[in-house]
């Protein structure tokens, strides 16, 4: 595997920093990661799955915002500025490397840039895994109701995102599974302390690893180093 850290000018001149992480022989798959607006793409949930995604053949993208620093406290619209500067690094990306497969991974804030990028034809047939979704936002729900892309949400009924009534209606979206975690908040924890968080992070890696397609070789990933 190989590591390749950069920053880009993203919105307003704003440097925005990316993690590429491809196999040693050229993936024709990408997975892009949208991490939300403190949950960066260093927590458990992200690194465990950018582990299962290497060990599966595919080239992984992180886009590390950090929209929480003092750089952006002028800034009364972050979705915008999400949406733009995912935009611009999958484009400087897909401009220096070639993929015919995509699956994305986003969780929260992550899920606006997402529902933004699904309408662009090249990412029609993605897999699309929703993690925490904003699902009180419109421009969420429809993209999930419109898009031919297979989809997976993962949604804790703990979450302030989260009503009986919201999952319910994702269920009459034939592209779309629901995976609801029983006492997990939107942070994707549960009250009941450590060993419950953790039991909750092997439950949506396996439902992560359930859901994405088969077809993957799965190589032994060089993602974790033993010495």
């Not at 401009?95 to 990028?117: D, P, R």
């Not at 047939?125 to 904003?134: D, F, N, Q, R, S």
């Amino acid at each position: 595997m190989q590591e390749q850290t950069s920053k880009l000018p993203g919105f307003d001149g704003m440097e925005i920093s990316y993690t590429l992480l491809t196999q040693e022989r050229p993936s024709r798959q990408l997975a892009i990661l949208l991490p939300g607006y403190r949950y960066s793409t260093a927590a458990p949930m992200f690194h465990f799955t950018t582990s299962l995604l290497l060990e599966r053949s595919s080239d992984v993208l992180e886009i590390n915002y950090q929209y929480y620093r003092d750089d952006y406290a002028h800034i009364d619209d972050i979705d915008a500025v999400v949406r733009h500067d995912v935009r611009t690094v999958i484009d400087h990306v897909l401009s220096t490397h070639k993929y015919e497969a995509f699956i994305f991974v986003g969780k929260s804030l992550g899920t606006v840039a997402l529902a933004y990028e699904l309408t662009r034809p090249i990412f029609h047939e993605a897999h699309v895994i929703w993690l925490t979704p904003l699902l009180g936002r419109e421009d969420v729900t429809e993209t999930m109701r419109t898009t031919r892309a297979s989809q997976l949400v993962v949604i804790g009924d703990k979450d302030h995102c989260y009503t009986a009534n919201r999952v319910d209606a994702l269920a009459a979206i034939t592209s779309l599974k629901t995976h609801l975690l029983r006492g997990v908040n939107h942070g994707l924890e549960r009250d009941a302390g450590t060993f419950g968080t953790i039991e909750v992070l092997q439950e949506v890696i396996e439902a992560i690893d359930a859901f994405l397609p088969s077809k993957l070789t799965t190589v032994r990933s060089p993602f974790f180093k033993t010495e």
